[in-house]
């Protein structure tokens, strides 16, 4: 049972490493050549694999853009289920975007900086980008109104989860693309966490109080 388990570990480790390797792979030709220009088969070949591996990993070059956005959601998801005893839903949020952004190495990773430009250059990206936004958006608001039947409506909880995802949105945006804070990025990741988590703040604590 213990080699057994140790193979599983070792090939999950392996896994991982090709997963970054991969996504490192396609920030770096994305940033250099451009998103239309670079195919899958460049990636592939970047990280030493084949092509048909890299589709074991992920569907197309639109996903690996956005590797981990369905880790986002289920985090936040299982936050608001944690919910403690005298924790409202601002304060559900804002610890969700707290523990996210500590534990989410993608959020202020290369790969985020070519992102957010090609999010406002190239169509199919803008497109996948507003969908995920959007479907997470709902599943997250519904979550959230159901943790909280007697402050939330489907309205109320779906403008604060707008704001929340609005607000991290909005920060990242601006981080990433300041050439200052571009710097940051590498030199000391955990600070540029810290504004992402002090911008979040800033936009959700006026919903704190209760509903009129």
């Known amino acids: 049972m213990a080699i057994q388990d140790e193979a599983g570990s070792l090939r999950e480790r392996k896994r991982r490493r090709t997963r970054s390797a991969l996504i490192d792979a396609a920030a770096e030709l994305f940033a250099r050549k451009g998103y239309d220009e670079t195919t899958v088969a460049e990636i592939a070949a970047a990280a030493e694999i ?10 197309s070059k639109e996903e690996i853009l956005f590797p981990d956005s369905a880790d986002r959601v289920r985090a936040t998801l299982e ?6 005893p005298g924790e409202g839903p601002v304060e559900v949020l ?12 993608d959020m202020v990773s290369p790969m985020a900086a070519v992102r957010t430009r090609l999010m406002r250059t190239v169509p199919a ?26 402050e939330l409506d489907a309205v109320r909880a779906g ?29 000391d990741p955990q600070r540029l966490r810290g504004r992402l988590r002090s911008a979040t703040r800033a936009a959700l604590e006026p919903w704190s109080g209760r509903p009129g």
């Open 94 to 105: 804002l610890r969700a975007v707290r523990e996210i952004s500590e534990a989410d190495a």
């Open 79 to 84: 936050a608001i289920e944690a919910r403690g």
């Open 125 to 150: 990206v803008q497109g996948r980008a507003l969908l995920i936004q959007q479907a997470a958006q709902r599943d997250i608001a519904r979550q959230l109104r159901d943790a909280f039947p007697g």
């Open 50 to 59: 084949g092509t048909r591996t890299f589709f074991s990993y992920f569907a």
């Open 159 to 187: 403008a604060l989860v707008g704001a929340m995802t609005g607000a991290v949105g909005g920060a990242l945006q601006a981080l990433l693309e300041d050439p200052e804070t571009a710097g940051e990025l590498a030199a």
